[in-house]
């Protein structure tokens, strides 16, 4: 748990971090896409959340997912059943078996809410309640030696 939180900090020392409405793009969102290899990507309108937590993942040498796609993160780390603060959490959208997601790391959870840290929520980084029943999986990170 240690570990994983020095992502979870580092996702916190962003907390609001937001798009640039307009034709403009935030350069800090825009670093993410750049760092990880996605360099084609030309604005801030593209989904980020998977971009946000494989750039701060790479940034503290933990396992990523290396794609852009939510649900990519269901194949990285450990499998949980129990998360724990700061365990990547990953929802449908849309529909369940559509390739749409969401991912972030879990905040904390109720019998109908997991709220979770992450990018792109409401265009920022944000914590975010989803429904329970949009829940893919848990997983948790291990660091890269």
Do not use: Q
């Given at each position: 748990?240690?570990?994983?939180?020095?992502?979870?900090?580092?996702?916190?020392?962003?907390?609001?971090?937001?798009?640039?409405?307009?034709?403009?793009?935030?350069?800090?969102?825009?670093?993410?896409?750049?760092?990880?290899?996605?360099?084609?990507?030309?604005?801030?309108?593209?989904?980020?959340?998977?971009?946000?937590?494989?750039?701060?993942?790479?940034?503290?040498m933990f396992e990523r997912s290396f794609r852009l796609d939510a649900r990519s993160w269901l194949k990285v780390g450990e499998i949980v059943l129990e998360p724990r603060l700061g365990?990547?959490?990953?929802?449908?959208?849309?529909?369940?078996?559509?390739?749409?997601?969401?991912?972030?790391?879990?905040?904390?959870?109720?019998?109908k809410y997991i709220w979770c840290l992450g990018g792109n929520q409401s265009n920022s980084i944000s914590i975010a309640a989803y429904p329970r029943e949009r829940l893919l999986g848990y997983r948790r990170l291990r660091k890269i030696l």
């Open positions: 748990m240690i570990l994983m939180n020095e992502i979870l900090e580092e996702m916190l020392s962003n907390y609001g971090l937001s798009e640039v409405d307009g034709p403009l793009a935030h350069p800090d969102i825009m670093e993410f896409f750049y760092d990880i290899g996605f360099s084609w990507v030309k604005d801030d309108s593209t989904a980020w959340c998977s971009a946000a937590l494989n750039y701060f993942a790479k940034k503290h365990d990547v959490v990953v929802f449908w959208r849309k529909a369940y078996d559509s390739w749409e997601g969401h991912v972030g790391l879990y905040i904390n959870s109720n019998e």
